[in-house]
């Protein structure tokens, strides 16, 4: 079955980074386009950012453009996130996504950007 399994979350300054990693199983990863999408508490679900199936192509939300890079290893099935320049709007629950038919989701992993 596919599973997504998400790390690296945590609290941070602003201004600091983290990495963000997605751990993904149960499907032929490198086939796939991978996404990472975010909740704030009371807000939508956001789209993050998006990597194509061979990590040629990517894509970000205004809100992050330039300050986070999405990067995939197809040999250990893995997407990552670099956040950087944390700001207190970037908190929140950051998951990654995989659409293989459906929709798949992971846990997710909290961020918090706080001083």
């Known amino acids: 079955q596919v599973q997504l399994v998400e790390s690296g979350g945590g609290l941070v300054q602003p201004g600091g980074s983290l990495r963000l990693s997605c751990a993904a199983s149960g499907f032929t990863f490198r086939r796939y386009a991978m996404n990472w999408y975010r909740q704030a508490p009371g807000k939508e679900r956001e789209l993050v950012a998006i990597?194509?199936?061979?990590?040629?192509?990517?894509n970000y939300g205004a809100s992050v453009k330039g300050r986070f890079g999405i990067s995939r290893d197809n040999t250990k099935n893995t997407v990552y996130l670099q956040m950087n320049n944390l700001k207190p709007e970037d908190t929140a629950v950051y998951y990654c996504n995989a659409y293989i038919a459906k929709n798949y989701w992971g846990q997710g992993t909290q961020v918090t950007v706080s001083s």
């Open positions: 990597i194509g199936s061979d990590g040629g192509s990517t």
